[in-house]
């Protein structure tokens, strides 16, 4: 499991919980908060079974290696990062979920949407849209807007 743009590394830790048959997280960041290794002890504490299961990486998506056996997640990764954890992850042919934000809409591709919908909302249909043609299976669902307003989730598996 790879968590890209992780910042607490929170994601990595409950991707762990949630599936005990993942042997290991990465979490990748260019920079952790100031409170991942306090939050990443609490929770070893309170799941030993984390204990040496996570590990940090300082540094950019390309830093890490990915393998068509790995699941590449990211929660908010801002603008053009969120097609970089795509992009890592078609690569190697590996799962994905991730929850796009900050979209730059100046920059991203939205297609000639912006006619019909909003503008964030094209961007990740045409991301959706890319990654279906790129051989993926593709999921779109909404978390609660109670959770983020940034909430539209796009999963995808290779075909």
């Not at 607490?8 to 990465?26: F, N, R, T």
């Not at 939205?110 to 999921?139: C, E, M, P, Q, S």
Request: aromatic share 4%; charged share 20%.
């Amino acid at each position: 499991m790879i968590d890209i743009a992780a910042g607490h590394a929170l994601l990595a830790h409950v991707m762990l919980l949630l599936d005990d048959s993942s042997p290991s997280a990465v979490a990748v960041d260019t920079a952790f908060a100031a409170s991942a290794s306090k939050i990443h002890e609490a929770l070893v504490r309170a799941w030993p079974r984390l204990e040496g299961r996570v590990q940090f990486v300082t540094g950019e998506p390309e830093d890490v290696p990915v393998e068509s056996g790995d699941v590449v997640v990211s929660c908010h990764a801002c603008g053009a990062l969120t097609d970089r954890v795509i992009d890592r992850a078609v690569q190697a042919q590996a799962r994905l979920a991730v929850l796009p934000c900050c979209h730059d809409i100046d920059a991203a591709d939205a297609g000639d949407l912006t006619g019909w919908v909003d503008a964030t909302l094209a961007i990740d249909v045409v991301r959706a849209v890319r990654l279906g043609a790129r051989h993926y299976r593709v999921r779109t669902q909404r978390i609660s807007p109670a959770i983020t307003p940034k909430n539209r989730l796009l999963l995808g598996e290779p075909l």
